[in-house]
């Protein structure tokens, strides 16, 4: 049988079957509290619930030396995606929404940032900083290069 991962985005991942779901578990991709839905009922459950499926157990005290990952921050390959992709994308639209068009480039570089504060890159926090106070400058520099022009007349 073949299950969907359902993310904390609400989107599904996979299918996976119980090898692949069991690994993930084991990488801590996949936590006990993840919904997993029947690929072909759709009836969901929670992957504690589901036979085959163990996860590790660390002794009291002991270290952890695995990834911390948040369950459902999968690609739709099953890979994990940590936000890096969002934080590049918030530095390139927050530099445009400086040059040019910030009301266009300003509110993607803030999505972006969200999504890369949901998926708990370190940068996160930062890149909503950046991503805002790009486009509040780029807006404030349009309005003043306007004013000047119309000042000038």
Aim: hydrophobic share 40%.
């Amino acid at each position: 049988m073949n299950y969907f991962v359902i993310g904390n985005d609400g989107q599904k991942y996979g299918p996976a079957d119980i090898s692949t779901l069991n690994q993930w578990a084991q990488e801590g991709r996949l936590t006990p509290t993840s919904m997993l839905e029947d690929a072909t009922t759709g009836q969901q459950t929670m992957a504690s619930q589901m036979p085959g499926i163990s996860f590790p157990v660390a002794a009291p005290g002991a270290p952890s030396y695995g990834p911390t990952y948040q369950a459902g921050n999968f690609t739709p390959g099953g890979m994990m995606d940590d936000g890096s992709g969002d934080i590049t994308k918030v530095w390139i639209f927050s530099v445009l929404s400086l040059l040019c068009c910030p009301i266009i480039f300003g509110i993607l570089a803030i999505v972006y940032a969200s999504n890369a504060q949901k998926k708990g890159h370190p940068q996160g926090q930062t890149a909503m900083i950046v991503a805002v106070v790009a486009l509040v400058l780029g807006l404030g520099a349009g309005f003043v290069l306007n004013m000047g022009r119309f000042m000038g007349r």
